[in-house]
């Protein structure tokens, strides 16, 4: 919640007149808990929490990196749960969906998956001091709530906003991501020199333009945005 972006739209969203949550998930940024202990349902079960005790009526969610993962997978909870309604957007930046088995498990050395399999796998962050930690729990986890392999929808515009030098995120997940959302109204926003992080003021402004055309796609009922933003790890927001 202390990064450039969730800094940024805050002062964007207090110069629209709009509320705005942000928050990190535990083992993250500001939050207690420890990562290691940290899996996809756990995080995806905090920011339902949050969602339901901290906001009412229409939303825009906006998550980057995992955040962008968790931002789809509120959608469909939501959904499911007959609240689906509530949400009137989703941007989503860098997206690392299915990343412990797409951008993790899969492109793993042999010598990684064993690590993995006996309890965790941690390599050096690009984007912290401390490691990233992956987790046999994480990765199992995370196999319960993978969405490539189908149709994905948010029943409401979906932007993209993904850098084409990005190293955690290559740019070609993203165009499947864009593959999957055949039933909603898509936009992917390519950036030729964008990197994972995305926080330039020229990457910043791209993001708000993203959020002023849904703000004009919902102009019908109030609403609040929401980053589902992250504090550390390669495939996470910072």
């Known amino acids: 919640m202390d990064s450039t972006k969730a800094s940024a739209l805050e002062g964007e969203a207090e110069r629209l007149g709009l509320a705005l949550l942000r928050f990190d998930y535990s083992g993250h940024g500001r939050s207690s808990g420890r990562l290691e202990n940290g899996t996809i349902s756990l995080w995806l079960e905090e920011a339902l929490a949050l969602f339901r005790a901290e906001t009412k009526g229409p939303q825009i969610?906006?998550?980057?990196?995992?955040?962008?993962?968790?931002?789809?997978?509120?959608?469909?909870?939501?959904?499911?749960?007959?609240?689906?309604?509530?949400?009137?957007?989703?941007?989503?930046?860098?997206?690392?969906?299915?990343?412990?088995?797409?951008?993790?498990?899969?492109?793993?050395?042999?010598?990684?998956?064993?690590?993995?399999?006996?309890?965790?796998?941690?390599?050096?962050?690009?984007?912290?001091?401390?490691?990233?930690?992956?987790?046999?729990?994480?990765?199992?986890?995370?196999?319960?709530?993978?969405?490539?392999?189908?149709?994905?929808?948010?029943?409401?515009?979906?932007?993209?906003?993904?850098?084409?030098r990005d190293e955690a995120v290559p740019y070609g997940h993203a165009l499947k991501l864009m593959e999957r959302l055949a039933g909603d109204p898509a936009t992917l926003t390519l950036i030729k020199d964008g990197d994972h992080r995305l926080s330039r003021p020229q990457d910043l402004e791209l993001l708000f333009d993203s959020l002023k055309r849904m703000i004009e796609h919902a102009a019908e009922a109030p609403f609040t945005p929401i980053p589902l933003q992250t504090g550390t790890g390669s495939h996470h927001a910072s």
Do not use: N
Request: glycine share 12%.
């Open 61 to 164: 969610a906006i998550g980057s990196s995992m955040g962008g993962y968790l931002a789809l997978l509120l959608a469909r909870a939501l959904r499911e749960a007959g609240e689906g309604g509530r949400l009137k957007g989703v941007i989503l930046i860098a997206p690392a969906v299915d990343f412990t088995e797409a951008l993790i498990w899969e492109p793993a050395p042999a010598a990684a998956r064993r690590a993995i399999m006996e309890g965790a796998w941690r390599p050096p962050s690009a984007y912290s001091d401390e490691p990233d930690c992956f987790t046999r729990a994480l990765i199992e986890d995370g196999r319960k709530h993978l969405l490539l392999g189908g149709v994905i929808r948010t029943h409401c515009p979906v932007a993209i906003l993904q850098g084409m």
